[in-house]
């Protein structure tokens, strides 16, 4: 089973647990509730590396949990915190695959509908065909952001190659000129000693451009 796969079913599996918190007696814990799952993102951040799926998979269901219980007790549709809702749509793109965000919206969906009195009209419904709509956004937020992250490893990956190949390089005709000077004999030493330096300098010249 592929990451995004298992990644889309514990985040569906989060929306539902955020979908029937408030009918459950746990409602009357809120506050605790979420002040734990806040002192968990907490020390998640703390102690591991962010760079970690697992890191992010953690942050990224307790978000979930959070936003979806906060909007589904405070009136779901009509909650006045409905729009957090696309914030964490956002959020996820970025913490997680971008292909998220669209299983994350279907579920969203699906549960709001769910979730929704008989003999609802258009206008209760349109918060929730908003979230079909700026899914291609957050869809299109995260491609690029991975790209970007990307492109940024593979350059910086790129810049510390070409600095320990020239560090390796420079270092060794240091050496030559150290030998040259300790064993100094005369001029033919200096041109050695010369053409060592002007060898470092153009060394450092061509790394500065292509920096």
């Known amino acids: 089973m592929s990451k995004e796969i298992i990644h889309s079913l514990i985040l569906i599996f989060s929306i539902f647990l955020g979908f029937i918190f408030p009918k459950s007696n746990l409602i009357k814990y809120e506050l605790q509730i979420?002040?734990?799952?806040?002192?968990i993102?907490?020390?998640?951040k703390k102690f591991f590396k962010y760079e970690n799926s697992k890191t992010r998979l953690t942050e990224?269901?307790?978000f979930t949990l959070i936003i979806v219980g906060i909007v589904?007790?405070?009136?779901?549709?009509?909650?006045?915190?409905?729009?957090?809702?696309?914030?964490?749509?956002?959020?996820?793109?970025l913490l997680l695959?971008?292909?998220?965000?669209?299983?994350s919206t279907i579920a969203l969906i699906v549960f709001f509908i769910l979730n929704l009195p008989e003999n609802q009209g258009l206008k209760d419904l349109l918060p929730i065909l908003s979230l079909a709509f700026i899914t291609p956004f957050s869809?299109?937020?995260?491609?690029?952001?991975q790209e970007n992250q990307k492109l940024r490893l593979k350059n910086q990956?790129?810049?510390?190659?070409?600095?320990?190949?020239?560090?390796l390089i420079i270092k060794n005709h240091l050496k030559n000129i150290k030998e040259s000077v300790e064993n100094f004999l005369g001029d033919n030493d200096l041109s050695n000693i010369k053409k060592s330096v002007n060898?470092?300098?153009k060394l450092i010249e061509k790394y500065e451009k292509n920096s």
């Open 41 to 44: 993102l907490y020390l998640v």
């Open 157 to 167: 990956k790129i810049q510390e190659d070409s600095f320990l190949f020239i560090s």
């Open 97 to 103: 695959e971008p292909i998220i965000s669209i299983t």
């Open 199 to 201: 060898r470092i300098e």
């Open 60 to 62: 990224s269901v307790i």
């Open 72 to 93: 589904f007790s405070t009136g779901a549709t009509q909650s006045p915190f409905f729009f957090l809702i696309y914030f964490l749509l956002f959020s996820l793109s």
């Open 139 to 145: 869809l299109f937020l995260g491609k690029e952001y």
């Open 34 to 39: 979420t002040a734990i799952l806040f002192i």
